[in-house]
């Protein structure tokens, strides 16, 4: 279901359309142009950033955590399904935007303990590959590895795959949260930014079980 909380997913991915590369871009260029051989899928004209409280938001109002879902983004800055596999190829690496959640960090610390009781471990994601079906269902395809993110919480990384993953057209690209990911950006406008996630219902709620879709 579509997350009717302005938000989204700050992710981008590469794509090699002939054979793995090493990382060819740290900008996300124009969605669907060529770089040495791969294409950045989820990008637009603007970088991914860590997200960050709006002005006049107070912290604990800010809404930047994921948690136990697969995501898949449907509008970024405009540009629809923008993560959708045009060509068939290999998925080599995506990066991922990470928010700071606290600029102190005792404060910081304490909010990870809480999140990482709460939702079962330490912040955590893994790229999906999921196959389109019937009624907005999607079937996972494939997966990465679960990477580790609590160390970099407040930067964007690239996460390199060390084996890179076959992709055909007509997939697409989402992201899995296994425990919980501060990767929402806040507060933007629901006509340029949107995703769907593997729920149908209480969408605009953290989830009370385990949503993600792990192979």
């Not at 950033?49 to 604990?60: H, L, Y």
């Not at 019937?134 to 795959?161: D, E, M, S």
């Not at 296994?178 to 340029?192: H, R």
């Amino acid at each position: 279901m579509r997350r009717s909380l302005m938000a989204a997913v700050a992710v981008a991915v590469l794509l090699a359309m002939a054979a793995a590369t090493t990382w060819a871009v740290t900008r996300a260029p124009k969605p669907g142009s060529l770089l040495g051989g791969t294409v950045q899928l989820g990008g637009t004209s603007v970088p991914v950033r860590t997200p960050v409280c709006p002005a006049g938001v107070k912290p604990q109002n800010c809404i930047f955590v994921m948690t136990r879902v697969t995501a898949l983004q449907t509008l970024t800055n405009g540009n629809g399904n923008p993560t959708a596999v045009k060509q068939s190829g290999q998925l080599v690496g995506f990066t991922l935007g990470l928010a700071q959640l606290s600029s102190n960090s005792t404060t910081a610390a304490n909010f990870v303990r809480t999140l990482n009781a709460k939702y079962g471990g330490a912040a955590e994601a893994q790229i999906t590959v999921l196959r389109p079906g019937k009624n907005n269902r999607w079937t996972v395809a494939a997966q990465g590895p679960v990477v580790q993110l609590q160390r970099y919480l407040g930067y964007v990384v690239q996460f390199p795959l060390s084996t890179p993953i076959p992709v055909r057209a007509g997939e697409a690209i989402g992201l899995t949260v296994p425990t919980w990911a501060p990767i929402l950006s806040y507060n933007l406008s629901s006509k340029l930014y949107s995703y769907r996630q593997s729920r149908s219902s209480n969408c605009k709620s953290v989830g009370a079980q385990q949503n993600a879709q792990i192979r």
